[in-house]
């Protein structure tokens, strides 16, 4: 994937792009502490918080890139032109850049919102804060990839972000393995 990105230069040259390469090292890393220790429960959960530090870094970092690199975006009016600049433009972009001017306002100031606030209630412990970084990260996710192609970055932020979320709050979490032990665990952690 490194190699790729190397010879792909702009194309691939965003930010999700070069965390994909730190996570895998780091999980990496984290696989040989779980296979040379025999402490599976404490890798997992060490690879549950190095998830969770990408999804808010991540969505940190994207909001500080907007809005300290173009004044469009403190401007509000970065919305304005986004939906024909972005790398793939779908048939649905033609609809969103058809919006008025106050919608595109209001999806740059929400785009900021979610980007730069909401990683500081994902870093909280309280679960309700984690919960609605996850719900707004998802949320900005599907419509961006509603409104352009991004191809699998937009799955894997959605899958990061579920891990802000913990066992009992994922519908799905009875099939991933016993519940996560007393003080929370996400996806798994407990079962696995």
């Not at 792909?8 to 999980?27: K, R, Y």
């Not at 969103?96 to 919608?103: E, G, M, N, W």
Request: charged share 10%; hydrophobic share 50%; glycine share 12%.
């Amino acid at each position: 994937h490194l190699s790729l990105i190397a010879v792909s230069g702009d194309f691939l040259g965003l930010q999700s792009d070069s965390n994909q390469c730190e996570v895998a090292a780091l999980c990496w890393l984290l696989a040989l502490y779980r296979s040379a220790s025999g402490d599976g429960a404490a890798a997992s959960g060490a690879a549950l918080q190095v998830v969770r530090w990408l999804a808010i870094r991540k969505m940190l970092g994207c909001g500080l890139c907007k809005f300290y690199g173009s004044p469009m975006w403190r401007a509000g009016s970065a919305m304005e032109v986004h939906y024909w600049t972005q790398p793939l433009p779908n048939p649905l972009s033609r609809a969103a850049h058809r919006l008025p001017p106050a919608a595109h306002r209001l999806a740059c100031v929400g785009t900021l919102a979610v980007e730069v606030v909401l990683p500081a209630a994902g870093a909280m412990p309280l679960r309700l804060a984690r919960a609605v970084a996850c719900a707004g990260f998802v949320a900005i996710n599907v419509c961006i990839n509603l409104t352009g192609n991004y191809g699998m970055i937009g799955a894997l932020s959605v899958a990061e972000s579920l891990s802000l979320l913990d066992d009992d709050m994922l519908p799905f979490a009875a099939a991933l393995g016993s519940p996560a032990p007393a003080g929370g665990g996400g996806l798994g952690v407990g079962g696995v």
